[in-house]
């Protein structure tokens, strides 16, 4: 699997908490861009767990409720149950469905610069 690249072309990540940070904020701006669809009318499969984890699959049903509790902070994710990588979050919320969890240290400090 390649390393997730910076915002500079050619830049990668080698410290593990940041590709962790940069993995989740990915897939919470591909979840942005579906609350956007939504919002126009427009189908969606659900919302993908932002988890740090590239390969991971799984879809998160969020209410508009709660998709605006999970992004009123940037460094803020919905994550499947048990999706945490706990030396860099912690769990803020749990939900049946999913949890929401909170980046801390660098981590945090790193997704508040790419939100």
Known sequence: MDEPQGSEPGESFGDREKRIAYNEAWFRALNERKAE???NGLPTAGFRCECGNT??????????????EARSEPNRFAVAPGHVVYDVEVVVKEYSDFWLIEKRGEAEEFVKELA
């Open 37 to 39: 669809w939504m919002r």
């Open 55 to 68: 390969s991971c699959s799984v879809r998160l049903g969020l209410s508009k409720k709660e998709w605006t």
